[in-house]
């Protein structure tokens, strides 16, 4: 997932898909958000409600591993998670809810030291930079963004209009 992702800087990158979160929600249907479209076994509210998940554990482990927890962490079952919220959320509470959590991610790390974005830690046996999982959550999210367009049949735009140096 994270080699797909375009960008040399991960922080407008997740900047960037912010916008993108907001332009694919005020593009779905009321039809769409509920449907299971096959072979797909999850609705688009209920991939909505996993990403939400998703960038709430990458901030957690983000925030540990930089301030140098040696903690080790265990992995999440994102089927557990789901089955416990899935249907739990109206779709415009999701959205804001997953806005402000990749709000919040940016936020924390636009205020880490340089030395701390290499900081490293375990979560679910593996080892991991903040850094990597800054790359990590841009990934998850294009992941299934891109798969919710193909899906509900829409593409929208990924970014904001960036206005180029006037002559």
Not at 51 to 73: K, S
Not at 118 to 135: E, M, P, Q, Y
């Amino acid at each position: 997932m994270v080699d797909t992702v375009e960008g040399d800087c991960v922080l407008q990158v997740l900047r960037d898909q912010a916008f993108w979160i907001c332009e694919l929600a005020s593009s779905l249907s009321a039809e769409q958000v509920d449907r299971v479209h096959p072979p797909y076994q999850w609705s688009v509210r209920q991939v909505i409600e996993h990403v939400a998940d998703a960038e709430r554990v990458n901030g957690y482990r983000m925030m540990r591993f930089a301030a140098g927890d040696p903690t080790e962490l265990s992995g999440w079952d994102e089927n557990a998670f789901a089955d416990a919220r899935f249907g739990l959320g109206n779709l415009h509470h999701l959205i804001t809810e997953l806005g402000a959590l990749r709000q919040a991610n940016v936020a924390l790390l636009q205020r880490l030291t340089p030395s701390a974005w290499d900081r490293t830690g375990t979560a679910d046996g593996n080892r991991l930079s903040v850094r990597g999982i800054a790359w990590i959550a841009a990934g998850h999210l294009q992941h299934h963004w891109s798969i919710l367009e193909k899906r509900c049949e829409i593409q929208v735009q990924r970014a904001p209009m960036r206005e180029g140096p006037t002559k």
